[in-house]
């Protein structure tokens, strides 16, 4: 049984890698880049001897708490648990959970980060080649780690889907995700500046973690080497009960999928009855696409992520003030607000995927989509980045700056909207589909991809440069009537190109139609 | 059965059933009769080396409730695609009651419903908003689309799941909330590509049901399936299509000659095995 899982899971693995060569390539990398680290790792273990033992075990436990906690957080917030062995495959073949489960963990040793856990793990027990009962001590639980990283990884992802619904969990995660990317600075030099304060509590704070889950496995050793063997043993004896207690985490998650048995709908709650937004905007086709699109920015995690983005920016534009004292920085919030959210529906007819095919039978008309689609940005958008200039200059007490300021944010949102309208319809490339992570990487030519965005965004930002050469031009002379050109070049050619846009966008739509949507489906 | 010669190689000539009109000339292509819910005239596609289309004329009577008929990657899709506006077709036209599918698409795809297979829904609206959404696309105003709204999801029984998400429908619920949508303008020709694939009985019945009362009152309805049963029951007409051809077409009696449809069919595909293959599972 396990045998057999163990090679399931290698066959799955190197099948992955026969696929596609940009995956193989990506993986060997991967490997390499691993195997350094291991290899640093090693090394890094093998000198510690030479630092007193209580250090030793500090630097040990914390490192073994990392490990486990990475394996608790990255799947969760960001690359979503490997589902090639999803234990509601094996649904049908009825193998009880109790032999699946164990099966299932040693057969996550396979893995390529299971693999590098353990080794990782064994590579640290040669930090105590100097002391014979802490190296007896390490090795069985270095294995017992790494087995408890994969059960905890999964016993907590597969928790939190059998119990919130897989959709709804894996969107929410995905968005609460981005705000641990977007301020990770900020986070980190929170931690370094802790640290440093506390870094002469740290053994006794790596005392305390000793008797916990997370430390446990690297700890154990540490009390074997200064002869504190009760307490070794004591720890050991937790290791054991922490893997048993993961594993039993485990099997209630995957006794629960077993029971719920593909019955994917059911977590869904019935929503409000009601066309919502779609009942208010105007009943044409261009306000039902504008209704349905702004529906989107809520609904559909690709949208709201970079709706999320935002907020996220207001706070880290905040915190580099705050650090400096000096909050002019925020001044730029309103700005790339524009520039940002104009550039974001730049892919929407490739975000609909195969769904597009509604708009080409029920023969919408060029004009409608694009109105429509930018309509729909603009509603919102343009209010916002103007509140967030206005908001951002009273914060400053820059009020001279406000008519530039404006006309760049105004510009930028308005040009980006009309390099958009075009785009959308004329590029397609490919995106993460519908019901996947925003993060997720799409299939299909990422050559395609990486020119097509790298393309529009250059082509918004030459587009804005009058404007921004305008606005530097009023900083540097403090002549208040560049700030006034600023606002007016902004506003004019925001306009026209948005114009401009929606005309050509809809030339093309009309011409294409059946080509756009033929090459949405290749990528769909 | 391999890809003829040349892609104006007659069809159907050897079999019983009469196609409907002779293949034209590509250059002669006289307006068909505007009664004709469906015509096409020459049809073909390729992609790359395969010829996925290769050349089919075909009329679909109005009021008529046609079948089309082919193994897996006949052309089944790729022809309804180019009939409904999904796909340009490299040669032949297709007219929709007269109406001329390429050069006055907006016109045709007023009269046309169309449900295309394995294609994905605005999922993230409800149903009574994706119905809604598709009225709303086509121009009816908000009081039409409303009432309509309401019966098609009476009808197709999903009244009960009218706000929630399309996302978390079941197969069978999707696949009428599809056809609801394909249905809200009060189409002439309801063109469905795959209708009952993953639908339970009751639903399909259901389904059955509401696209026999619509041809009963004068409309059209093109079917593409791999349940021959099911369309000799259903369908008055039918077309058998593989390898980008087509074999046969005309009424039901007319294609099956007598026998049943799937022993017709198996005839004109070709590629049956008799079954021995697997003697160690006869315990």
Not at chain 1, 272 to 282: E, I, S, V, W
Not at chain 1, 299 to 307: C, H, T, V
Not at chain 1, 387 to 409: E, K, N, R, S, Y
Not at chain 2, 79 to 107: C, F, K, N, Q, Y
Request: include cysteine.
């Amino acid at each position: 049984m396990v045998a057999h899982l163990m090679r399931m899971k290698l066959a799955i693995t190197v099948n992955g890698w026969k696929r596609s060569t940009l995956h193989l390539v990506m993986s060997i990398f991967l490997i390499a880049y691993l195997v350094l680290v291991l290899a640093m790792w090693g090394v890094g273990a093998a000198f510690l001897p030479d630092l007193e033992v209580q250090w030793r075990g500090t630097v040990l436990t914390l490192a073994g708490a990392a490990a486990v906690l990475g394996w608790i957080v990255i799947p969760v917030f960001f690359t979503g648990v490997d589902m090639t062995l999803d234990p509601a495959n094996f649904a049908t073949f009825g193998i009880p959970s109790r032999t699946l489960v164990p099966g299932l963990a040693l057969a996550g040793l396979v893995t390529v980060p299971g693999a590098a856990t353990l080794i990782a793990y064994l590579l640290s027990s040669l930090a105590w080649r100097d002391s014979w009962p802490a190296l007896i001590t390490a090795i069985p639980t270095a294995i017992l780690g790494a087995l408890f990283c994969i059960c905890v990884s999964y016993a907590v992802t597969g928790l939190l889907a059998a119990f919130t619904g897989r959709r709804r969990i894996r969107e929410i995660v995905s968005i609460i995700a981005l705000v641990p990317l977007m301020l990770s600075g900020v986070i980190l030099s929170g931690i370094v500046d802790s640290v440093e304060a506390a870094a002469d509590r740290l053994p006794e704070i790596a005392a305390i973690i000793a008797w916990t889950p997370l430390g446990s496995f690297t700890a154990a050793p540490w009390a074997a080497a200064e002869g504190r063997y009760g307490e070794a043993v004591g720890q050991g004896l937790l290791c054991l009960a922490w893997v048993a207690g993961a594993v039993w985490l485990w099997q209630l998650a995957v006794n629960r999928s077993y029971t719920q048995a593909r019955g994917s709908g059911s977590a869904a709650r019935a929503s409000k009855a009601g066309l919502g937004l779609l009942g208010r905007l105007p009943g044409t086709p261009a306000g039902a696409i504008a209704a349905r699109s702004i529906i989107y920015w809520l609904k559909d995690p690709r949208y709201s992520a970079s709706l999320m983005a935002v907020p996220l920016m207001l706070v880290l534009f905040w915190f580099l003030g705050s650090q400096s004292g000096d909050y002019s920085l925020m001044l730029f919030m309103g700005p790339v607000t524009g520039f940002m959210l104009g550039y974001a529906i730049s892919a929407d007819i490739a975000y609909d995927s195969s769904a597009f095919a509604l708009h080409v039978t029920a023969g919408v008309s060029g004009r409608d989509d694009r109105v429509g689609r930018v309509g729909a940005l603009l509603l919102w958008a343009l209010p916002l980045t103007l509140v967030l200039t206005l908001a951002t200059t009273w914060m400053a007490g820059t009020w001279d700056l406000l008519p530039g300021l404006i006309g760049l944010a105004a510009g930028a949102l308005l040009t980006g909207a009309g390099v958009s309208a075009v785009s959308s319809a004329r590029f397609i490339y490919p995106v993460p589909k519908p019901g996947d992570s925003p993060f997720a990487t799409p299939e299909g030519s990422a050559m395609r991809m990486l020119l097509v965005s790298l393309g529009s965004m250059v082509v918004l930002g030459l587009l804005v440069l009058p404007e921004l050469i305008l606005f530097v031009v009023a900083l540097l002379t403090g002549n208040i009537l560049f700030q006034w050109l600023t606002l007016v070049v902004g506003l004019g050619l925001g306009l026209s190109v948005l114009w401009l846009g929606i005309r050509w966008g809809s030339r093309w739509f009309d011409r294409a139609q059946a080509e756009t949507y033929q090459s949405v489906l290749k990528f769909a | 059965m391999s890809l003829p010669d040349s892609p104006g190689a007659p069809v159907g000539t050897d079999h019983p059933a009469p196609l409907p009109t002779g293949r034209p000339d590509a250059g002669v292509q006289e307006l068909p009769d505007p009664h004709t819910a469906i015509a096409i005239r020459g049809l073909a596609k390729r992609f790359g080396e395969k010829i996925a289309v290769n050349g089919i004329s075909l009329d679909v009577p109005a009021g008529s409730f046609y079948g089309l008929v082919g193994p897996n990657g006949a052309g089944k899709t790729t022809a309804m695609s180019m009939a409904t506006g999904l796909l340009r077709p490299d040669h032949g036209r297709v007219w929709i009651h007269g109406t001329d599918v390429w050069e006055e698409p907006l016109a045709a795809k007023r009269r046309m419903g169309v449900l295309a297979d394995g294609v994905r829904l605005f999922d993230r609206l409800t149903g009574e908003q994706l119905v809604t959404y598709s009225g709303l696309l086509r121009g009816l105003d908000r009081q039409t689309v409303a009432e309509r709204t309401a019966d098609l999801l009476r009808v197709m029984d999903l009244s009960q799941d009218a706000g929630k998400l399309v996302v978390d429908y079941s197969a069978g619920m999707t696949k009428k909330v599809a056809l609801a949508s394909a249905m809200i303008h009060a189409p002439k020709v309801l063109v469905l590509d795959e209708p009952f694939e993953a639908v339970d009985p009751v639903s399909a019945a259901n389904i059955r049901d509401i696209l026999a009362q619509f041809v009963a009152s004068g409309g059209t309805v093109v079917v593409s399936s791999h349940v021959m049963d099911l369309v000799q029951r259903m369908c008055d007409h039918v077309a058998v299509i593989a390898e980008g051809n087509l074999l046969a077409a005309g009424t039901v009696d007319e294609v099956r000659a007598g026998r049943s449809l799937e022993d017709r069919f198996v005839d004109l595909v070709g590629g049956r095995t008799n079954g021995e293959g697997l003697s160690w599972l006869h315990t």
